[in-house]
């Protein structure tokens, strides 16, 4: 008989968006996307981060005045997108921790991503949300909450012959 305790495929690609946020170097909030075609096949992985070419080191990671992040780091969507490559997403879906901000939002739509599972909307209240949501409605792309069956997965990486 097959395994019944075997993770679905939602779960899998959220596991990669949150696999993928464990690379970001922010020391407040990780966020991971996961692109995934109508195939069920990984198209791109994305974290929030530095663009390339800008040290880690170098550019700010505080949260206010001079030394504020904001105007440099890439969000997960957004990398994630342009990790494809100029491939084609449309009709894919996005998986990613946080709600996409109104910058994300204008990129997913414009690539033609047509879906977005979320774990996280706790900037739902916000003028940047509540935009975002705004245009997704409008272009017609599909939002939802994604509601996994499990809280944790574990990742062992002790190799077999040594358990």
Same mark, same amino acid.
Not at 30 to 40: D, F, H, K, M, T
Not at 138 to 144: E, H, L, N, R
């Given at each position: !008989?097959?395994?019944?305790?075997?993770?679905?495929?939602?779960?899998?690609?959220?596991?990669?968006? !949150?696999?993928? %946020?464990?690379?970001?170097?922010?020391?407040? +909030?990780?966020?991971?996307?996961?692109?995934?075609? *109508?195939?069920?096949?990984?198209?791109? +992985?994305?974290?929030?981060?530095?663009?390339? *070419?800008?040290?880690?080191?170098?550019?700010?990671?505080?949260?206010?005045?001079?030394?504020?992040?904001?105007?440099?780091?890439?969000?997960?969507?957004?990398? $994630?997108?342009?990790? $494809?490559? *100029?491939?084609?997403?449309?009709?894919?879906?996005?998986?990613?921790?946080?709600?996409?901000?109104?910058?994300?939002?204008? $990129?997913?739509?414009?690539?033609?991503?047509?879906?977005?599972?979320?774990?996280?909307?706790?900037?739902?209240?916000? !003028?940047?949300?509540? %935009?975002?949501?705004? !245009?997704?409605? %409008?272009?017609?792309?599909?939002?939802?909450?994604?509601?996994?069956?499990?809280? /944790?997965? /574990?990742?062992?990486? /002790?190799?077999?012959?040594?358990?």
């Amino acid at each position: !008989m097959k395994r019944t305790d075997y993770i679905s495929w939602d779960e899998y690609f959220m596991g990669i968006a !949150m696999l993928a %946020a464990m690379r970001s170097k922010d020391p407040n +909030t990780q966020v991971g996307a996961c692109i995934v075609s *109508g195939e069920n096949i990984i198209i791109s +992985t994305g974290y929030n981060g530095m663009p390339k *070419g800008c040290s880690d080191d170098e550019f700010p990671w505080g949260r206010e005045g001079s030394d504020a992040k904001y105007p440099y780091v890439v969000h997960a969507e957004l990398n $994630a997108i342009l990790n $494809a490559n *100029g491939r084609d997403l449309r009709n894919s879906r996005l998986y990613v921790a946080l709600f996409p901000c109104n910058e994300c939002a204008k $990129a997913i739509i414009q690539s033609g991503i047509r879906e977005v599972y979320y774990l996280s909307d706790k900037y739902a209240d916000t !003028m940047g949300t509540l %935009a975002s949501k705004r !245009m997704l409605d %409008a272009a017609g792309v599909k939002y939802q909450r994604l509601r996994p069956k499990m809280s /944790t997965i /574990t990742l062992d990486f /002790t190799p077999a012959e040594e358990k």
